[in-house]
């Protein structure tokens, strides 16, 4: 199934967009988490749980971003550069930021059998897919120069520096709970 | 200190709360973002200002629309007269 029905290129690109920010919204839920911070009179597993939800709604968005760009024909994208990243420039970016995002789902799921630790690494290493995320975004140029792409850009951007900041600034926490 | 502390009934509701709310803002933003590039692609949709052409899909604009509004590429069939 392929068409170049202009509907679908604008939800790709809003589902790309939208993708990212939520992305954004899971990576400093799941900081807040590594810091134990809760909101007031909550228990740690609100944080948690939050994360989980964004990450999944995240994933979800980024699905409908995948199958449009693979169904409108004039993106160009094939299942191949969706799985490998062997698509041009920009596009290869956002694949292997895909296949972190796709190494964290998978592995999340079986959190039980790999063990914390192994767990936990992944989890880290799947952090690289934000910067990836966004480079991709940014550099694939549909919407560059347009105040909104650079309000989101922005926003996500501050977001990251401002949690990053924090988890720097909190110091090693307690992780022999395993609960994040 | 378990006194002001929330039930996890409490907890469970603001859970779900949030995120009812941060799926209906997703498709919210969605909608706006849709817009907001159809509004960007069709103020920039003359083939001078960086907008895919039919001929350049190889190269680093794959994202780009073409230009003028998808058609159909099929032509009416024509019936055929003849045989023997």
Known sequence: ?????????????????????????AFALGIATSNRWRPTGSRLYVTTTLHRNAALLAVAFLAVHVVTAVIDVDAGVGLVSVIFPVGPGWL????????????????????????????????????????????????????????????????????????????????????????? | MAGHRRS???????????????LAGSLAATG???????????????????????SSSDDNSLLSPSASAPQQSFEAPVAQSGGS
């Open chain 2, 8 to 22: 996890r009934a409490d907890d469970d509701n603001r859970i779900r709360t949030v995120t009812r709310w941060l």
């Open chain 1, 1 to 25: 199934m392929s068409t170049n029905a202009l509907p679908v290129w604008y939800l790709m690109r809003a589902t790309g967009v939208v993708s990212l920010l939520l992305l954004t919204l």
């Open chain 2, 32 to 54: 706006a973002v849709g817009g907001l590039a159809a509004a960007h692609t069709h103020a920039s949709s003359s083939p001078s200002n960086g907008v895919r052409s039919e």
């Open chain 1, 92 to 180: 290869a970016v956002g694949t292997l930021g895909l296949d972190l995002l796709a190494a964290l789902v998978l592995t999340s799921l079986v959190r039980r059998h790999l063990g914390y630790r192994l767990w936990r690494a992944i989890h880290w290493a799947a952090y690289g897919a934000w910067p990836l995320a966004i480079a991709h975004g940014l550099g694939m140029g549909s919407d560059d120069g347009t105040w909104w792409l650079d309000a989101v850009a922005i926003a996500c951007i501050a977001t990251m520096a401002a949690v990053v900041t924090w988890r720097v600034l909190a110091g090693p926490t307690e992780t022999h709970g395993a609960r994040a």
